[in-house]
């Protein structure tokens, strides 16, 4: 479809006039990005971001609580029987030290959707109980491989060296099967509008609805129903964090976020995977898990926000904690919200500025169009 609305909704001075009374990210919460994308997160291993999300987000909520595997909440109004959800989840991708050889290098496992393809001579922080330990993916020179023996990175493959020559050697630094192990690579903006670095997947959407929580309060938006800022952990092994969480909290409806690939990049084929562009502002899925009736309302509060969005056609599942939501605790009519981004699950993730603050306004604008105890079924 066509990503945004028609250009009539943007005349040249609308940008401009509306970035002077509705500024998004401040320098504040830049800072705030950046500490959160650099803390690494993997699966299974989310607390310490989870920490810096809560205490960040605490001044803009009524109250926090968390369950027995880290997914964080953050309540407005908890006294209020009508409960919605905006989510988003914690967890990155990482390795797992599976197999240490006699010689001292490290077989791994996967814990998420790690790409074997990325890992040759990029630099690693193996997590232990004795802090980080660096180590690197080692490979054999480009002068000793020919067309023949020029292996192609595998899982079974690709190997850490941390500087040891034996096990015991390994295990000295701390190191031991079941640590996990996270990329180095740090935040850093390209040409003033691209945020790069690694897990925007899926820590972009966690400092998204805590931004969202900042504006309702810093805005006085009084909402007419419990708001559940949820953090969920888990989503890379298959939306584990928030099978647990829909449970718990029992809601009435539900906004998810998450990232989506842009297909304006080299090799990337739209036949596949559809039209999308960084900078054409939010896409917004249509399958079956995703509620007609939460759609229409996202829809219309992007085109009366002068919003610009993107959509896009899902199979059988979107892929995201948003199955989650839908067929949960007997099913909660749920949205998803979606931000493009480029090269997903490398270390160089990348997404657009303006796309991360129309993903804040349109969570904001379709907040503010909700209704406590509307009826959402389909047949009534
Ligand atoms: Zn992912």
Not at 240 to 249: K, P, S
Request: charged fraction near 25%.
């Amino acid at each position: 479809m066509a990503k945004q609305p028609s250009g009539k909704k943007h005349s040249p001075s609308r940008p401009a006039s509306r970035a002077k009374t509705d500024p998004i990210l401040t320098r504040q919460s830049m800072a705030f990005m950046e500490r959160y994308l650099n803390n690494a997160s993997p699966t299974g291993f989310e607390s310490s971001g989870q920490r810096l999300w809560l205490d960040y987000i605490k001044p803009w909520v009524d109250t926090q609580f968390t369950d027995p595997y880290g997914t964080a909440v953050g309540v407005i109004n908890p006294g209020a029987k009508y409960k919605v959800v905006i989510e988003a989840h914690a967890d990155e991708i990482s390795w797992f030290v599976h197999y240490i050889t006699k010689e001292g290098f490290i077989y791994l496992r996967r814990n998420g959707g790690s790409d074997h393809m990325i890992a040759p001579s990029k630099r690693v922080n193996i997590h232990t109980d004795k802090g980080l330990v660096k180590a690197i993916f080692g490979w054999p020179a480009i002068h000793v491989r020919n067309g023949k023996n020029d292996p192609a990175p595998s899982p079974e493959n690709i190997f850490l060296d941390c500087g040891c020559a034996s096990k015991e050697e390994v295990e000295k630094l701390g190191i031991h099967v079941g640590c996990v192990v996270t990329y180095e690579d740090e935040f850093m903006v390209l040409n003033q509008d691209t945020f790069v670095g690694r897990a925007l997947d899926n820590r972009m959407g966690g400092f998204m609805i805590a931004e969202v929580a900042r504006l309702l309060k810093e805005r006085k938006v009084k909402l007419p129903f419990g708001l559940y800022i949820t953090n969920s952990v888990q989503e890379e092994v298959g939306l584990r964090g928030a099978e647990m969480i829909v449970e718990r909290i029992r809601p009435d409806l539900a906004l998810v976020t998450d990232v989506t690939h842009d297909t304006q990049s080299p090799m990337m084929n739209k036949i596949q995977s559809g039209d999308i562009a960084c900078g054409k502002g939010p896409v917004l899925s249509y399958g079956p898990a995703v509620h007609n009736n939460v759609l229409k309302k996202v829809v219309a509060a992007a085109t009366a926000g002068k919003i610009p969005f993107q959509r896009a056609a899902v199979s059988r599942a979107t892929g995201t904690d948003t199955d989650a939501f839908a067929y949960g605790a007997a099913g909660v009519p749920s949205a998803l919200i979606s931000l493009p981004l480029r090269y997903m699950h490398t270390t160089v993730e990348s997404v657009n500025r303006q796309d991360v603050e129309n993903v804040i306004r349109l969570m904001l604008a379709t907040l503010g169009s909700l209704k406590a105890n509307e009826d959402l079924r389909y047949i009534k």
